[in-house]
């Protein structure tokens, strides 16, 4: 099977071997803050916890629309036009399962071979893999 050429530009995510050396260091009684991964270091809230639990019991276990639910985007909406200052709909808000999935779609729409763009570092590796993936040229900013 022949591969795209673009898959040999693409890197992989090290933000998680880095947590497996973070976790070993650990074991060996030494103090990490942990910036790897994104991921809080204490538990889902216990409030949390039980309205997922009650969501799923009452069969909210199916696909959402591709940009997220009605009302959750109209909360994020409204909460962003309080706190910005600045008026925003539903329609401007788009939900993904993080950070990543979006900005390599926006990297995706908007560079092509021979752009340029900048990345910020310190920040995860899998952002210059983004950018060499649809041959643009990866810059490091700070």
Known sequence: MKFADGISRLG??????VLA????????G?????????????????????AAIRSIQAGDTHYTGAAGTPE?????????????????TPDNVVMTPGAKPIMFYTILALLQPGDEAMYPNPGFPIYESMINFTGAKAFRYL
């Not at 992989?12 to 071997?17: G, M, N, P, R």
């Open 12 to 17: 992989t995510e090290t933000a998680f071997e």
């Open 21 to 28: 050396k973070a976790k070993a260091l650990e074991a060996q």
């Open 30 to 50: 030494k103090s990490i803050i942990h910036l790897q991964i994104g991921e809080p270091d204490f538990p889902t809230p216990k409030n949390i916890c039980d």
């Open 72 to 88: 959750t985007r109209k909360a994020i909406a409204d909460y962003v036009t309080r706190t910005r200052g600045v008026e925003y």
